[in-house]
């Protein structure tokens, strides 16, 4: 939520500001701006509601000079998307510019001590309170603006990734984060400040975590220093960031969410490698290797997650609960964090996030932290915040996903969470030899299937096509692919804004059946598995109120066909794998159909990528 950029070096800033903004845009679009402070130390700030395209056309005629400069691409928490509310936001008398990404939860007792002191607002965001403060700690301390930017920190309560730059000085750059991402990428006598490391990567792979409580003087010409909130020296680390930037373009799709889905045959390749030998079919995972004590003492495993992540939780309980026989719950993090859930010193608690960064799962593992459970983190973004806060985890290894509806994140998650209960079940010994090949088998077949699923891409625009009208859909699955109903409704909820309910296929008697009628399209999963015959039951009870069924069924079925009104055909694999590749035409129909009505699949309406704030 809220992207943040900045620069600091001998190159023309604004390009660059605005090229991070691009690659943040993900992060939330309802406007944008950008500061610079010119060789003159003339401050520069221009910012307007919209989307980057509107920033730099705005651009066009200003004055766009100097090698200093922060940029932001704004989600709006506080006060309406206009170009007031945007930032950069500047002090009263116009000397300080600062972007910002968080919530400043007690900006309401600051602003009014700030209004007693005389202090007058623009605009209706916390943001502005904050750089107002710097401000008035500057002017009544007489301190240097790192040491303001530190002395107004100490009185904020809330999550925030900074920038602050002064006018008169285009030599520093102060930065700090708590609880939102940020990243310095390290470059030959240059300084790149970014929420998602991945932005930066075309100019340098040098990259500085800012950890929650640092603040960053980032000054030309010299080494990078870092202090806590307590003024003392933070020491820090320089990661090589291993992503190229082929990974964060489009490579000719017309959408991002499109090159994502296209791409799972072979982000499956690279989250299987290394893992499952594909001649001895044995998987092994170093985060399970090294603390298969504590794994093999579970009592239980939480997974804590939002959104997308949860479904894939959804579908982990039931590999973890049947493959390794550990009780497993599954938990909103948003729940979770404010509830006072029981834990035991023998619980794991499984953190699930593409990003890594989201503010409710690392919430959620503080709590468990604090409880002494052993946290666990299947990410997908290297070095992230979640990542980082959890003990051990394994990564999702999907790459990049930009496209704002998760896709290729989701199979991903669900390939390590079958390879995790299958690594622990064979320590544990809860399945036959022939199963444990079966899934491993399984695994490696995935990549080659999910490019036959992929050929069915025609075939599911042209359904798409005919239930673009629909207004409302119902998604129905049991077992493994209940989770997957849920992730499909997901889809096609936050990409074509079309109402759609994910429900197991069996529980739609007790009460959604109610609206079933013609109008209403319903998507049922059917394929191999023990509830098989049943699921064919509940397809008969839609029909018999003149629903419309479009399944998707195992190749080859011959039973489906008959008494649904469209299939889709895919390839079949043991049943707990399932879901890996029945939710790819489920991405596809949500994104043809969002297609056909004209929405901006990779910029859904309301939604960012990173869901940083409460
Ligand atoms: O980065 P995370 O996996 O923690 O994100 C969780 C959700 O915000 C995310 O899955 C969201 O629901 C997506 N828009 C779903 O497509």
């Avoid at 500085?208 to 806590?228: F, S």
């Avoid at 055909?569 to 129909?589: F, G, K, R, T």
Wanted: glycine share 8%.
């Amino acid at each position: 939520m809220c992207g943040i950029v900045g620069y600091i070096g001998d190159r023309d800033a604004c390009p660059i500001l605005i090229k991070g903004l691009r690659r943040l845009e993900y992060r939330g679009y309802d406007s944008a701006g950008v500061a610079l402070v010119g060789g003159d130390g003339s401050l520069n700030v221009y910012k307007c509601k919209g989307k980057i395209d509107a920033l730099e056309h705005f651009l066009a005629d200003k004055d766009t000079a100097g090698t200093v400069g922060i940029a932001h691409t704004r989600w709006a928490t506080h006060g309406e998307p206009n170009d007031t509310n945007a930032h950069p936001h500047f002090s009263a008398d116009g000397r300080i510019a600062m972007i910002h990404n968080g919530i400043i939860e007690n900006y309401r007792v600051l602003k009014d001590a700030l209004t007693a002191a005389g202090v007058t607002f623009r605009s209706e965001t916390d943001s502005e309170v904050l750089v107002n403060l710097i401000e008035y700690v500057r002017d009544t301390e007489g301190c240097t603006l790192e040491e303001a930017v530190r002395l107004a920190l100490k009185k904020v309560v809330g999550a925030y990734a900074i920038a602050v730059v002064e006018k008169g000085n285009n030599d520093k750059i102060i930065a700090a984060r708590q609880s939102s991402p940020m990243a310095i990428g390290v470059g030959k006598g240059e300084y790149f400040i970014s929420s998602d490391a991945s932005s930066i990567v075309e100019y340098t792979h040098d990259i500085v975590y800012v950890e929650d409580g640092e603040i960053a003087v980032i000054e030309r010409g010299k080494p990078l220093q870092l202090v806590t909130l307590d003024n003392e020296e933070a020491e820090y680390r320089v990661t090589k960031l291993d992503i190229s930037i082929s990974d964060l373009e489009k490579g000719g799709y017309p959408t991002f969410m499109l090159k994502e889905i296209n791409e799972q045959p072979r982000t499956i390749v690279d989250c299987i490698r290394g893992r499952v030998n594909a001649d001895s079919g044995r998987v092994i995972l170093s985060g399970i290797r090294d603390n298969i004590d504590r794994w093999l003492a579970a009592r239980r495993v939480v997974f804590v997650a939002c959104g997308t992540s949860w479904h894939a939780s959804l579908i982990g309980k039931q590999l973890f609960e049947n493959i390794c026989r550990i009780p497993a719950e599954v938990e909103y993090a948003s729940e979770f964090r404010y509830r006072n859930p029981v834990l035991f010193p023998d619980d794991i608690v499984i953190a699930v996030s593409q990003s890594g960064e989201t503010a409710d799962t690392l919430a959620a593992i503080s709590l468990a932290r604090k409880a002494g459970a052993f946290v666990y983190g299947i990410c997908n973004v290297i070095g992230s915040s979640i990542a980082r806060a959890t003990d051990s985890g394994t990564y999702v290894h999907v790459g990049p996903e930009i496209g704002v509806a998760s896709t290729k994140a989701f199979t991903g998650q669900v390939t390590v969470m079958a390879m995790m209960a299958l690594a622990i079940a064979e320590r544990k010994g809860t399945v036959s030899k022939e199963y444990y090949d079966e899934v491993a088998q399984g695994l490696l077949s995935l990549p080659e299937k999910l490019k036959e699923v992929l050929e069915l891409s025609g075939q599911v625009a042209d359904l798409a096509k005919i239930f673009t009208y629909a207004h409302n859909f119902i998604y129905l699955g049991r077992g493994y692919n209940y989770p997957t109903a849920l992730e499909g409704a997901l889809k096609l909820k936050e990409i074509s804004y079309i109402h759609a309910e994910g429900y197991p296929a069996a529980e739609m008697k007790h009460g959604p059946i109610a609206l079933i009628d013609a109008e209403m399209p319903t998507v049922a999963i059917v394929t191999p598995d023990v509830t098989y015959e049943k699921t064919l039951s509940n397809i008969e009870e839609v029909k018999a109120r003149g629903g419309k069924v479009i399944a998707v069924m195992a190749k080859g079925d011959a039973t489906v066909p008959g008494i649904t009104d469209y299939v889709i055909e895919v390839p079949a694999v043991i049943d707990c794998l399932m879901p890996i590749i029945v939710s790819v035409p489920l991405q596809l129909l949500a994104y043809y159909i969002a297609v056909y009505k004209g929405r901006n699949v990779d910029q859904p309406r309301n939604l960012a990528k990173s869901v940083t704030v409460e």
